[in-house]
Each structure stands twice: as C-alpha cells, then as structure tokens.
C-alpha cells in the first residue's frame, strides 16, 4: 500500500473500504474511503485516522513516507469511529504523537472511546504552527456530531474537511478530475441527504465561515479530493442547506395488489402534465437511503400505502421513519393508498408527513379496492390542479 501525494509534502494516507454496503442504515452502493491525511514539516502531522480494522492498510501507507514513529502530531477533526477508529493503534505505534480535538466535545468523546490520552483540546480560531505550514482549526458543531471540526491550512489553501463534502465512493483514484463528475456529485448529493439533510442550520452556518477562506482544494474524510470542482461543490452545499427546492416530485409506495401502484402512476403523470420532473419510487425495489436525494431537491412528495391489518404498510412506515430523522423542512406532501374496508393507511401516512415537517398541500386520496380509470384520470387533473 502507498501513499498518495495531493500536494508536495502531503498525502493521503486513509484506507478504501471497497465492500461497505450499509452504513446505519444508508446503503453505500459503492462502498467508501476513510481519508487519513500525513503533512511532512518540521512536526509530521497526520489528520484524522481509518475505521478499526483498516489501520494496517493506513499504517502501510504512512510507512511509505515516514516511519509511524515520526509523527508528531495527531489531528482528530471527528469523534465518529470511521475517523478515530485509528487512534489506539496510534498511541500504540506513534509514541510521541499529541492529539488535538475540539473543546470540549470532542475530548469528551475520545474519552469516552478510547481512555484518556491527554487530549490537546482547540477551539474556532485557535491555530498551530507545524513548521512552514499553519493548521488553524473551525469548529462545525453538529455536523453531524457535536465535536465535528474542519483544519484549514492557510499556506496550502486545503481544507481538511472531514465528513462535510465527502462522498461514500470507493475508487482508486484519488481526485474528483480523474473520475465522472455527475458521479461524484451525485454521491455528494446522496450523502448530504442521507447525512446532513437535517443540520441545514448548522451547514449555513459552516459555510458562512468557510466561505471566506481562501481555499483551492477540500480534503474530505470519504471519497475524492476536490481540486477541480471546489465551487461546485461548495455551491451545491449552499444550495441544499437552503432546504427550499423550487421544482421537482417525488412519488412513494409501496402496493398489495397494485391498486395504490395505478394511483402511484397517475398522481406521477398529473406533475409530469404539469411541467415537473418526477420519479417514481416503489418500496419493494427501492431503498429509503436512495429515494432521499430525490426528495433533497425536489418541492412535492407523494405517498401511498394501501390499509393492511389496519394500519400503513410496514415498509411505508420505515420509509416516514427515516425520513422523520432527516427532517426535511418547506416542502409540501400528500398520502393516497387504496383499502378495503378501514381505510386507515392514508390518515397514518398524513400524521407522519406532518412529523417529517412536511406541509399537507392537498387532502389524502383514498379509492376502494381498484381504481377505476375516470378515478385515476380524476386523480391526474387534481394532481394537475395543485401544481
Ligand atoms: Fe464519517 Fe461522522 O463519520
């Protein structure tokens, strides 16, 4: 295993975690990287680690540049274990290796993994001289831990940036240039959906520091540096801390005998008679983790469950229930869905829009056993009606 140079004197140095296909719940069709990165100046510092069991392989990389004792000092950006998971083989094999971590959360939180490490602690503004080059540190309180910070280095203009911009993208290739774009954003857009959707607040905020910081390249802790595409990416965020997508619907389901289905497709063709882009997602094929990039940018979503032993679907409800965690806020919702006789689903599905922090634009619509054609090309010009 090598190291990879991003700059003259720095490297990344994390581990590619080619086989990770759910992260808590969020399915990483493309597995990941833990990003590690080693600068070479009068103290070697090594920024943020790899998840436990992947230590060799960063170990292996360092090795190729320094040997691991050399390492002066260790910045810890983020308490979650897929960064710091490295940190006791780092006290095992760096012994003269500091640590520094965000006041007080972030001591607080290796504290509570690891042991006590005499932790250096740092707070927003605070910086460090490691020779020729400066870390200065920006505390991003929840995003999306309370300890989580960004490094910048003045000198190399790199933001080491840790969970914010990544994308859980498995490659070899260690630039967002030596792959397709759409890909790569694509996969930041579904990790900010999956991950961050919900700190919107906090990610202004960020950015609001950030923004004015001289920066030509960001090195995430997951997927690919970003040296080309450093506005993209920082106007995408922009946009999706926003929360407030202006076109675009999305429409959910799951179905029994395909009723509810029929009412899925002509809710789908009333917004794409209307002007909207649309997909359709149905929740036997489809994961909720990859529905969620389609509701981050799109203003409707619709979704149906037809009354089964009272109650909604059980693969609608785990659908509101991550959703719910996410807390997607001004968007507009409806809930349709088919019964027999109770008809409970579609009132179910409307409460927990509502605890999604969804707006209702249009009262739920229910049919009995199967929709007929007028019913469905009713449901069209409705659909219609409110776009
Ligand atoms: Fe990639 Fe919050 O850890």
Not at 2 to 14: N, T
Not at 27 to 36: D, H, P, S
Not at 67 to 95: L, Y
Not at 175 to 190: C, G, M, R, T, V
């Amino acid at each position: 295993m090598k190291a990879d140079k991003i700059r003259e004197g720095i490297y990344w140095v994390g581990a590619i975690d080619w086989a990770v296909r759910n992260f808590h719940g969020y399915l990483t069709e493309k597995g990941t990287t833990y990003g590690a990165y080693l600068i070479v100046d009068e103290k070697v510092t090594l920024i943020d680690t790899v998840k436990a069991s992947f230590e060799d392989e960063m170990f292996a990389r360092i090795s190729d540049i320094v040997s691991p004792e050399e390492i002066d000092i260790v910045i810890s950006n983020h308490v979650e274990m897929d960064h710091s998971g490295g940190i006791p083989e780092v006290v095992k094999r760096c012994p003269k290796a500091v640590i520094y971590t965000c006041e007080p959360s972030g001591k607080k939180g290796l504290t509570a993994h690891y042991g006590d490490h005499n932790y250096q602690t740092v707070k927003s503004g605070d910086s460090i001289s490691i020779g020729q080059r400066t870390l200065q540190f920006v505390s991003t309180p929840m995003l999306h831990w309370p300890d989580n910070m960004v490094t910048y280095c003045p000198e190399e203009k790199i933001l080491f940036s840790n969970d914010a911009f990544g994308q859980h993208f498995a490659s070899a290739e260690r630039f967002d240039d030596e792959l397709p774009l759409s890909d790569i954003l694509y996969q930041a857009k579904s990790y900010y959906a999956n991950i961050i959707m919900c700190f919107g607040k906090q990610v202004q905020g960020a950015y609001a520091q950030v923004k004015n910081l001289d920066i030509d390249m960001i090195a995430p802790a997951h997927g690919v540096v970003w040296r080309s595409h450093v506005k993209d990416i920082l106007g995408a965020y922009a946009k999706w801390s926003e929360n407030s997508p202006e076109s675009g619907a999305v429409v959910v389901f799951d179905s029994m005998w395909h009723s509810t289905e029929k009412m899925a497709k002509a809710i789908a063709q009333g917004f794409h008679d209307a002007g909207y882009s649309v997909r359709i997602y149905d929740l036997k094929a489809s994961h909720w983790s990859q529905i969620v990039p389609d509701i981050l940018t799109s203003k409707y979503l619709a979704v149906g469950s037809p009354t089964l032993n009272n109650q909604m679907m059980p693969s609608v409800a785990a659908f509101l229930c991550y959703l719910k965690g996410l807390s997607p806020k001004n968007r507009q919702a409806f809930a349709f869905g088919s019964f027999g006789w109770g008809g409970q689903s579609v009132p179910y599905v409307e409460k927990e829009l509502e605890q999604c922090g969804f707006t209702l634009c249009m009262e739920g619509i229910k049919v009995t056993y199967i929709p007929s054609e007028e019913k469905l090309a009713e449901i069209e010009a409705c659909v219609r009606k409110l776009v």
